[in-house]
T-cell receptor
Framework: AQKVTQAQTEISVVEKEDVTLDCVYE???????LFWYKQPPSGELVFLIR??????QNEISGRYSWNFQKSTSSFNFTITASQVVDSAVYFC????????????FGKGITLSVRP | KAGVTQTPRYLIKTRGQQVTLSCSPI?????VSWYQQTPGQGLQFLFE???????NKGNFPGRFSGRQFSNSRSEMNVSTLELGDSALYLC?????????????FGEGSWLTVV
């Protein structure tokens, strides 16, 4: 069975602060994929990143960066210089491979960025 | 290109009725999956269809069903609605399923059961 834990439920920061959203996962598979999605109030899940289990390189995209560490089964997401538009719920998700694969989500982290 | 399109966006139904939700995946994508999102349970997998065949199913009662058409469009149906079925239903599409593919979501259908 696979599991994703997002221990933080709500985070509130002031604009321009850096913020890190934590994600810890469990899986018995050696090949798997990790995702981060952003969900604004409208409801749509906006894709942010996909990482496979064999690629431990950190990734940076603008103000966003991701740190993947297999040794600790973590895939953390950092927003640098946060902005009000970053306010949303952020989900970490995991999928395995094979016939019965599915996307398993964490509970999500509500990020509020105050001006 | 156009994203994942879900209709209707909002709907209100009465207990005992049935509802059908529609999802048009991104052009060229053959896998469609459905999720239920509620405040208490979070995001839960309902089922996945690929080339008109259901490949995987989550732990939901038989009242929840789906199908996929030859053009990859998908519908999900919930019969004998219960108050607890009130949720955001999200559809996702990918080119070939979960393995190594990016999974894109639609805006969802907000269902309220009264």
């Amino acid at each position: 069975a696979q599991k994703v834990t997002q221990a933080q439920t709500e985070i509130s920061v002031v604009e321009k602060e850096d913020v890190t959203l934590d994600c810890v996962y469990e899986t018995r598979d050696t090949t798997y994929y990790l995702f981060w999605y952003k969900q604004p109030p409208s409801g749509e899940l906006v894709f942010l990143i996909r990482r496979n289990s064999f690629d431990e390189q950190n990734e940076i995209s603008g103000r966003y960066s991701w740190n993947f560490q297999k040794s600790t089964s973590s895939f953390n997401f950092t927003i640098t210089a946060s902005q009000v538009v970053d306010s949303a719920v952020y989900f970490c998700a995991l999928t395995n491979t094979g016939a019965n694969s599915k996307l398993t989500f964490g509970k999500g982290i509500t990020l509020s960025v105050r001006p | 290109k156009a994203g994942v399109t879900q209709t209707p966006r909002y709907l209100i139904k009465t207990r005992g009725q049935q509802v059908t939700l529609s999802c048009s995946p991104i052009s060229g994508h053959r896998s469609v999956s459905w999720y239920q999102q509620t405040p208490g349970q979070g995001l839960q997998f309902l089922f996945e269809y690929f080339s008109e065949t259901q490949r995987n199913k989550g732990n939901f009662p038989g009242r929840f069903s789906g199908r996929q058409f030859s053009n990859s469009r998908s519908e999900m149906n919930v019969s004998t609605l219960e108050l607890g079925d009130s949720a955001l239903y999200l559809c996702a599409s990918s080119s070939a399923g979960f393995s190594g593919n990016t999974i894109y979501f639609g805006e969802g259908s907000w269902l309220t059961v009264v």
